[in-house]
């Protein structure tokens, strides 16, 4: 039985990784397109596909990456999450020896590299906490199938596999907006939630959860807004959309414009994005800002992600010592119904 005090516990923050330079936007974009929770098809078909599309999208990549600096800057910005999350966890289980790990799903620290560091580590005990709010078969579900396939060592392990409605990463994201609220003054502005893209199959064929997560956690931050005293006018939107899949709606260009159509400003929320990277730094601040410009859409706004804001930070720790008193996989949280046939409590319970 493992002690309650003195254990070796290891916290595995999981992510998508992004290229770290110009050299490493076509492997990462290959390792991306040849995950077959993006591209469902048998291997000798997905991954000549993936070299495809990697060779063919590489140039517009290193564009985008090149307005960022040439590189992503979602590693840095995890280290930094870790780093807190370390401290908070210090702070929690001050008998204890806690490290956080990070495992990127498609660049470095690459999940198998990961998982042989938390081995040498030696833990007593693991918890699985991806960052992603919301789950989804596309983000968490894809990192946590392969950290199962390739982790080998020591320790008790449990899975934190959503916290949509989490407290303090839904107080985090209130407080974003109530800051760009006041920049916006009495100006009329509308709260767009910006949620990255799935197609539309996933949810009505595959019974992923996401959709309905998303829409979980934009009512708490609304209802907690309102607590705060504001009451605003919002809506949901999707970004990111590639390929000729119908993917859900309405997109956050045609929420823009909607948004001008109805003589409003745009204050936008990333509410699936933790950390700052190509999706935010590039697609809303800059070609979606100049969507909005070009629509009449003023004031722009853009809500900063939550980073290592101290309530998200401190949801985090909460969600980690949770987990720590059970096994298997659940949410932390309120915000999952556990009713999607994709949702990995609806699997473990079929298995028992």
């Known amino acids: 039985m493992t002690p309650l005090t003195g254990r070796r516990i290891a916290v595995v923050l999981f992510n998508l990784g992004g290229p770290d330079d110009q050299a490493t936007v076509r492997p990462f974009l290959f390792n991306l397109f040849n995950d077959p929770a993006i591209i469902g098809l048998p291997g000798p078909v997905r991954t000549p596909l993936a070299r495809l599309i990697a060779s063919r999208r590489e140039k517009a990549a290193q564009a985008n990456y090149a307005l960022m600096g040439g590189g992503s ?8 999450q870790a780093a807190a999350l370390e401290k908070a966890l210090a702070t929690r289980l001050p008998d204890d020896e806690v490290r956080a790990f990070i495992a990127m799903r498609y660049w470095n620290p690459l999940t198998e590299e990961t998982a042989a560091e938390v081995a040498a580590f030696g833990p007593d005990e693991i918890v699985l906490l991806p960052l992603y709010p ?53 100006r009329p502005v509308r709260v ?20 309905e997560q998303v829409e979980s956690t934009v009512g708490a931050v609304v209802a907690r807004l309102a607590e705060l005293g504001r009451t605003v006018d919002h809506a949901i939107c999707y970004q990111s959309r590639v390929g000729p899949l119908k993917w859900l709606g309405p997109s956050t260009p ?16 990333p509410i699936a994005f933790v950390s700052e990277h190509v ?18 859409v003023a004031p722009y706004l853009r809500a900063p992600t939550v980073s290592t804001a ?24 309120p915000g999952c119904r556990g009713e999607w046939k994709a949702c990995p409590c609806q699997a473990e319970r079929r298995a028992e």
Do not use: M
Request: charged share 20%; proline share 5%; with cysteine.
């Open 73 to 80: 800057p979602l590693l840095p910005e995890t280290r930094r």
């Open 134 to 186: 919301q789950y989804s078969t596309t983000t968490s579900a894809s990192s946590l199938k392969l950290w199962s396939a390739v982790y080998g060592g020591s320790g008790d392990s449990r899975t934190v596999c959503c916290y949509p409605e989490a407290y303090g990463w839904i107080d985090a994201q209130a407080a974003a907006v109530v800051g760009k609220l006041g920049e916006a003054g009495d």
């Open 192 to 211: 767009l939630f910006s949620a990255h893209g799935i197609p539309e199959k996933l949810v009505s064929g595959k019974g992923d959860p996401y959709q």
């Open 254 to 269: 045609e929420a823009l414009a909607q948004a001008a159509r109805d003589g409003k400003g745009a204050v936008v929320v």
């Open 279 to 296: 999706e935010t730094l590039v697609e809303l601040d800059i070609e979606y800002r100049e969507l909005a410009h070009e629509l009449g």
């Open 310 to 333: 101290a309530p998200f930070i401190g949801a985090l720790a909460d969600a980690t010592v949770n987990a720590l008193g059970r096994t298997g996989v659940a949410p932390y949280g």
